[in-house]
């Protein structure tokens, strides 16, 4: 459990407003995947069931029976809640309405160890409405000392009613502190992690990831693959044919090709030249189909992973071929 430097403007903001007792029962983490949203959760969570300063929020002891417990996930008032395994050992695609239900009662209880009650929800996106509807009653009547921290890796894709209840806390994904703190993990070049942050959407955990396993010069390589798939001198099944897709990092490669093309982030902010005729709702809709698979797949959905990738892929060859009979004609 960490509080990474990302997080710490926005603990410090959660600080204030617990010294002024106006921290909020409902707070939403949005930041994206491999950001550590989820270590910070429970640092938070820590922080505030910390026996040795309960009326503060502060950084937690690690040495009281609370902060014990926590280590151990087994305190009484503090409450995770993720996709279930079904029978075949696979994880369901949502988070149901009973897994809620039963939340919302045990947050009426009296916390076991005389302090808060705190829930955290590994993703808004995986409940279903039953289950917004459900929680939407604790997070506008919650009980005192009552806090349940959702987390998303798109706020854009949050409900409206579930926003409007919640702070938003969003980490400061800046250069200036997530590049000293990749330097310190990894002391690789700046060279080596101003590329891994940009494969890695700047997400400081994937980078640091990707450095550790010597993934970026395959992932310099399959994008490249893809540049010469929208340039129509390579095939969609070549590409397949030269693509590992029992590496579990692909799909992961394959969201990063489209977030730079989308927002920009592969040249300085600006997008490269070679993608200026592309018309962006084509590639917009294809980031979102990638997207979608990777939740159903780390869902346990069934879907055909080579199908599903070999129709991305006629996709953008099909772009491309758009785009050369344009300029040709």
Not at 47 to 55: M, R, T, V
Not at 289 to 297: E, G, H, M, N, T
Request: net charge neutral; charged share 25%.
């Amino acid at each position: 459990m960490n509080c990474y430097a990302w997080f710490e403007k926005a603990y410090c903001t959660l600080q204030k407003a617990a010294d002024q007792q106006r921290l909020a029962h409902g707070l939403l983490i949005a930041a994206p995947y491999g950001s550590g949203k989820l270590d910070f959760a429970y640092y938070l969570a820590k922080s505030l069931l910390c026996e040795k300063h309960p009326d503060r929020l502060t950084s937690p002891c690690c040495e009281c029976k609370s902060c014990l417990l926590i280590d151990a996930e087994t305190h009484p008032d503090f409450y995770f809640i993720d996709t279930l395994v079904d029978s075949k050992g696979k994880k369901k695609q949502s988070i149901g309405v009973d897994q809620i239900r039963m939340l919302n009662d045990s947050l009426l209880e009296t916390a076991q160890l005389g302090g808060w009650r705190i829930a955290v929800i590994s993703s808004v996106t995986a409940m279903t409405t039953s289950s917004f509807n459900s929680l939407l009653k604790t997070l506008e009547e919650p009980k005192s000392r009552t806090m349940i921290i959702l987390l998303t890796d798109s706020a854009a894709k949050v409900p409206a009613t579930i926003k409007s209840r919640c702070q938003m806390v969003i980490p400061d994904l800046n250069n200036g502190l997530v590049k000293p703190w990749l330097k310190v993990q990894t002391s690789a070049s700046d060279k080596v992690i101003d590329d891994a942050l940009v494969y890695s959407d700047n997400s400081p955990i994937r980078a640091m990831k990707a450095i550790q396993d010597n993934e970026l010069e395959e992932v310099r390589t399959f994008h490249e693959s893809l540049d010469y798939l929208l340039k129509n001198k390579r095939t969609p099944q070549e590409v397949l044919d030269d693509t590992d897709l029992e590496n579990e990092q692909v799909w992961n490669w394959l969201a990063s090709y489209f977030y730079q093309i989308n927002f920009g982030t592969a040249s300085a902010g600006k997008p490269v030249e070679q993608y200026k005729h592309l018309d962006m709702k084509h590639t917009f809709k294809l980031y979102d189909k990638v997207l979608a698979y990777q939740k159903a797949r780390f869902s346990g959905s069934n879907l055909q992973s080579k199908l599903q990738f070999q129709a991305i892929l006629i996709q953008w060859f099909e772009i491309g071929r758009k785009i050369i009979h344009i300029s040709n004609s």
